[in-house]
């Protein structure tokens, strides 16, 4: 008899599906037991089906009639901001935990390589964004060894690994990604932007952080910018840093003025990344949906390994 939780995913798209193919291969905390779409041509409705995992298209409510559900401990939702409120009331209600990778931020924000034993006891907890997993650790990084003033974040991804889901959800990206960006990543204010790159062939994922914290030693940040990105690559393994980081140093002579915050003296900290996915679903392009849904099932696990602790303490 298996001892691992079990586990729905409510959204049938790119990102549902790359998430059950994901604890399908690799999981050895979760199981999952039902995959929900909306729409009964779905890829990912076939794919589960092919993968002997139940399906529906009925949406929540077609999850809520099937036999699993009562077993079911955990949900994720990979839909969209404006359906997750109903989902999140409809799971909490019957004591299911819901995993939103959706930017609607009901629950509290986890950053796996951040603030991941955090909020995991609550019933809802959000992912973010797919450049906010990207870029808040390198934020954070920074912002522990000098405050961060302003961080400014731009995710570029492949047009093709971005969904319907993920395109409905842009104005909410930024939003979500920036509030973030100074709850989790520790920055006074923080700023996010996404560029759906149509280029032929697709691009890999593509991340730039910049920060502007208060004078610091260089090799300090540098050593802690490794560190954070060794702790990424321990569950998404295409995660790099795409050349050295860089600074510039603003002096009284030659002051930052950034609109809505100030004049500033500091330190200016460039970083460029790369997200390769690991193609469970889409190509290796794909590295937005990949550090996401493998912030996901990080997430997920530690809920499932928290909750087992505490039955058996």
Known sequence: MSTKAK?????????GTDLMIKILRTSQELEIVAMVGVDPESDGLARAKRMGVATTHEGINGLVAMPEWEDIAIVFDATSASAHATHS????????????????????FIVPAVNGESNIDQPNVNMVTCGGQATIPIVYA?????PVHYAEIIASISSKSAGPGTRANIDEFTETTSQAIEQVGGAKKGKAI?????AEPPMIMR??????????????????????????????PGYRLKQTVQFERYTEQNP?????IGTLTGLKTSVFLEVEGAAHYLPSYAG?????????LKTAEKIVVARQAQVGA
């Open 194 to 198: 996404i560029v759906l790159n149509p």
């Open 256 to 260: 930052l003025h950034i609109p809505d």
């Open 7 to 15: 586990v729905a995913i409510i959204g049938s798209g790119n990102i």
């Open 207 to 236: 991340d730039t952080v910049l920060t502007f914290s208060e004078d610091a030693n260089e090799d300090d940040i540098v050593a802690s910018i490794n560190e954070m990105v060794k702790e990424v690559q321990s569950y998404v």
């Open 142 to 146: 920074v912002s522990r060894v000098a």
């Open 89 to 108: 009331k409809i799971c909490n209600e019957a004591g299911k935990v819901i995993v939103d990778l959706t930017p609607a931020a009901i629950g509290p």
């Open 288 to 296: 937005n949906l990949d550090i996401m849904t493998s912030a996901a």
